[in-house]
């Protein structure tokens, strides 16, 4: 089901500009070609369980887009997996990007439906079985069940908020496979 | 193959302490249990494509672990994507996770094998067309490729570093499927 606008004459829902939404439609639709984007990070190991991305440009809508400053985030481990705690670690991002992409999606979503959201706030809950990560056992290395529980304050059915939800990206990164290629270059 | 202990005497190698790891390693063989962990984020919406998250406790090695204090995230949208880019946006927040996880992973089990390793890192992109988000196309939602180009500063092999890296819980979360469950509750 293709996202639809609805007919209100409010251009903001949800804190979403609701006329820039659909002109980004229109504009896709009659050139596919601005819908290729590429997102990009850096990263460089800061030792042990350190390490920090710098994220910046990025493609999208037929350019390269600049930003002013980057954004960079340290990762570590917590101490029971040998890290100092300097950070969030990995999969613990996996899960800030996984709520904020269903947050975003729905709160979009909903805005290009007239449907008003009140409030968003989630839980999630990641399981791993470290016996993969190490080795140990023929378990998956990645967590093996991830729960988000999502409380909306809005007027709107809960089947089709979860529905509007599900448009995340991140959320089909994550549900389903996609082809990773990772190059090592020596030196 | 399981991670292998080396025989080398410096319990040190690339920053990661070697012992802790042989400890954790032999501690999880002989009570699998602990090999459970729970990883979890709240998120908060903001407005529009803002919302934050917090990362504090987890559930691992059979107990509950508080950090003292929680590390928070904004996510946001670039213009170009309504938003005000007032943090990375969701899905370069992935592409940091699977960075951080495939040096962090590298690192470790380079140590367990007695490898020293001098320097990591990486370059990600991470390719998606926006008509998925958007309902236009049957095309995914997510990102349809992603490639990791990482350079390594070690006297090992380029192929059995690539396939360390590949330990990664990140690298397996993105690379596979995976059961997410999302639930709404409305108010």
Redesign the interface.
């Known amino acids: ?3 639809q606008m609805s007919t209100t004459k409010q251009t903001t829902i ?4 609701v006329d ?2 659909t002109k ?2 229109d504009a ?2 009659h050139e ?1 070609n ?12 800061l ?5 920090h ?1 710098t ?1 910046q440009g ?1 493609f ?2 037929g350019q390269e ?1 600049a ?1 002013a400053a980057s ?1 960079t ?1 340290k ?1 570590d ?2 101490p ?3 890290g100092d ?1 300097r ?19 729905l ?2 979503h909903a805005a290009a439906r007239g449907i008003e ?1 009140r ?19 023929d378990v ?15 007027d ?4 089709q ?2 529905n509007l ?23």
């Not at 999969?91 to 904020?100: I, P, R, T, Y």
């Open positions: 089901m293709p996202l949800n804190g979403v500009d820039a939404l980004t439609i896709i639709k596919t601005l819908s290729a984007f590429q997102f990009r990070a850096r990263n460089t190991w030792g042990g369980g350190l390490n991305s994220i990025f999208g809508a887009r930003r954004f985030f990762a481990e917590p029971v997996l040998l705690d950070g969030a670690n990995p999969v613990e991002f996996v899960l800030h990007a996984l709520a904020a992409c269903l947050t975003t999606t709160a979009y959201i409030s968003i706030s989630s839980e999630l809950e990641g399981d791993l079985d470290l016996r993969g990560f190490l080795g140990l056992a998956r290395k990645g967590y093996h069940h991830v729960r988000v529980k999502m409380h909306v304050a809005s709107a059915p809960a089947d908020l979860a939800a599900k448009f995340s990206p991140v959320y089909d990164i994550v549900a389903n496979s996609l082809p990773v290629e990772v190059i090592v270059e020596t030196q």
